[in-house]
T-cell receptor, first 110, second 112 residues
Framework: DTGVSQDPRHKITKRGQNVTFRCDPI?????LYWYRQTLGQGPEFLTY????????KSRLLSDRFSAERPKGSFSTLEIQRTEQGDSAMYLC????????FGPGTRLLVL | QKEVEQNSGPLSVPEGAIASLNCTYS??????FFWYRQYSGKSPELIMS????GDKEDGRFTAQLNKASQYVSLLIRDSQPSDSATYLC????????????FGQGTRLTINP
């Protein structure tokens, strides 16, 4: 257990529905990252926060995706109007000098 | 596009032997390098980090970095069946943001 938690661990949804994932980082880490991983690939960077500020977003993050980190603590990642191509493992990592990953949320869009 | 390349494998090694995993990266300015282990269905787990040219040892694991050749490797000595996993090489492409760029991973199988 790295100390990073994610909820839910699994999510099955129908195409077109909205989903929201939560990440709770290691408490003393001020950086939080979201990655997406599909089968057979390494994780791909989506976005990151330093404290409550979202400092960078990948072009992978379409306008259907939004992430927040209110008060610089936990973070949420919302996907609106889900598509089958959104099916993946969504990983959260928090960082001091190195990044530690949470257990991930596995999303399946039917 | 900044890239990290790994042989996807599978790499099969007998128990007790040395497993050698390799990674090349395209961004010559990269400064931080990491190896993560990922068991099937689980999230990546940090094994080693390396920042300077040369070798860094931690137990049965040795990371090697050659910045001139843009090459990182991971050696696992006395391989155990529990080492069977996918090994991900990650490179910090932005020292400010500390974004990691991952290779696709090498699937390692240790045969008893």
């Amino acid at each position: 257990d790295t100390g990073v938690s994610q909820d839910p661990r699994h999510k099955i949804t129908k195409r077109g529905q909205n989903v929201t994932f939560r990440c709770d980082p290691i408490s003393e880490h001020n950086r939080l990252y979201w990655y997406r991983q599909t089968l057979g690939q390494g994780p791909e960077f989506l976005t990151y926060f330093q404290n409550e500020a979202q400092l960078e977003k990948s072009r992978l993050l379409s306008d259907r995706f939004s992430a927040e980190r209110p008060k610089g603590s936990f973070s949420t990642l919302e996907i609106q109007r889900t598509e089958q191509g959104d099916s993946a493992m969504y990983l959260c990592a928090s960082s001091g000098r190195t990044q530690y990953f949470g257990p991930g949320t596995r999303l399946l869009v039917l | 596009q900044k890239e990290v390349e790994q042989n996807s494998g599978p790499l099969s090694v007998p128990e007790g032997a040395i497993a050698s995993l390799n990674c090349t990266y395209s961004d010559r300015g990269s400064q931080s390098f990491f190896w993560y282990r990922q068991y099937s269905g689980k999230s990546p787990e940090l094994i080693m980090s390396i920042y300077s040219n040369g070798d860094k040892e931690d137990g049965r694991f040795t990371a090697q970095l050659n910045k001139a050749s843009q090459y990182v490797s991971l050696l696992i000595r006395d391989s155990q069946p529990s080492d069977s996993a996918t090994y991900l090489c990650a490179v910090n492409e932005d020292q400010g943001a500390q974004k990691l760029v991952f290779g696709q991973g090498t699937r390692l199988t240790i045969n008893p």
